[in-house]
């Protein structure tokens, strides 16, 4: 059974940190590149985050660039998102989700719709 289950959220003020956990298990980890997304409420799915890649290279948006962090724990099969400096605005359920490394480039393209698997997603909340 493909499972992604992430975890990590929870309650922080403003200008703290938390790391969030992505734990893959039922495929190929090695060959899949896994991306972080977040849906605030009331509001429709960024666009990925960060991403990392099978070849170990990594990615992330304008938007949280400086704050994010992505990194890969292959003997774990875990992805981690490391996010320091949060603002009431990063408020959101965080969920991975993993797409086959052949695939990455579509995914890019066409966002969350091109990614294989998805976990359930944790709650960040950032007070102000």
């Known amino acids: 059974e493909v499972q992604l289950v992430e975890s990590g959220g929870g309650s922080v003020q403003a200008g703290g940190s938390l790391r969030l956990s992505c734990a893959a298990s039922?495929?190929?980890?090695?060959?899949?590149?896994i991306g972080w997304f977040r849906q605030a409420p009331g509001k429709e799915r960024e666009g990925a985050l960060c991403?990392?890649?099978?070849?170990?290279?990594?990615w992330c948006a304008d938007s949280v660039k400086g704050r994010f962090t992505i990194s890969r724990d292959s003997a774990k099969h875990t992805v981690y998102l490391q996010m320091n400096d949060l603002k009431p605005d990063d408020t959101a359920v965080y969920s991975c989700?993993?797409?086959?490394?052949?695939?990455?480039?579509?995914?890019?393209?066409?966002?969350?719709?091109?990614?294989?698997?998805w976990g359930q997603g944790t709650q960040v909340t950032v007070s102000s």
């Open positions: 039922g495929f190929s980890f090695d060959d899949y590149a």
């Open positions: 989700a993993a797409v086959h490394d052949t695939r990455l480039i579509v995914a890019v393209t066409t966002g969350a719709d091109g990614y294989d698997y």
């Open positions: 991403i990392s890649s099978v070849d170990g290279s990594t």
